[in-house]
């Protein structure tokens, strides 16, 4: 898994450079060890480079500029790539959400089957009983009144 931060001012040999930080651990060690790359993307996201004279110095606003520039083209790829992922996650809760109505859906049905089977159960104990009270009527009876 790489870890990355990208346009991060730094100051190095007395000037300001813009850098990109990767982060990676590094597989099959005993103890955690990460790789740290530092990239120096200052020239790669220097959108005003055709503005540096040819004495290769710049005023100092002109880096502002580039530094601001290059932020805010950072700041718009983070902001498309936040978008992206809210809506990959908005697709998954509503196919989820849907899995769920579907699971609900089908326990509610199973529920009804076993209320009409508690239902039929009830009638059929209840008959049962009134066929068994039946027989043992006549039982009693004959019974009660031997055969002459």
């Given amino acids: 898994m790489l870890v990355a931060k990208e346009i991060i001012p730094i100051q190095y040999a007395g000037k300001e450079r813009l850098v990109t930080i990767e982060v990676m651990p590094l597989p099959d060690t005993i103890d955690p060890y990460f790789?740290?790359?530092?990239?120096?993307?200052?020239?790669?996201?220097d959108p005003a480079a055709d503005l540096i004279p040819e004495n290769?110095?710049?005023?100092?606003?002109?880096?502002?500029?580039?530094q601001e520039l290059s932020r805010t083209k950072h700041l718009q790829k983070e902001l498309a790539q936040t978008r992206e992922d809210m809506r990959t996650v908005t697709e998954d809760q509503e196919a989820a959400n849907e899995e769920l109505q579907s699971a609900n859906e089908e326990l509610l049905s199973g529920s009804e089957e076993l209320q009409s089977l508690n239902e039929e159960l009830?009638?059929?104990?209840?008959?049962?009983?009134?066929?068994?009270?039946?027989?043992?009527k006549i039982s009693i009876r004959k019974n009660c009144n031997p055969p002459l």
């Fill in 56 to 66: 290769g110095n710049r005023p100092k606003h002109d880096r502002r500029l580039v």
């Fill in 122 to 136: 009830e009638t059929s104990k209840e008959e049962n009983i009134q066929d068994h009270l039946a027989v043992d």
């Fill in 35 to 45: 790789l740290v790359l530092f990239k120096d993307t200052t020239l790669a996201v």
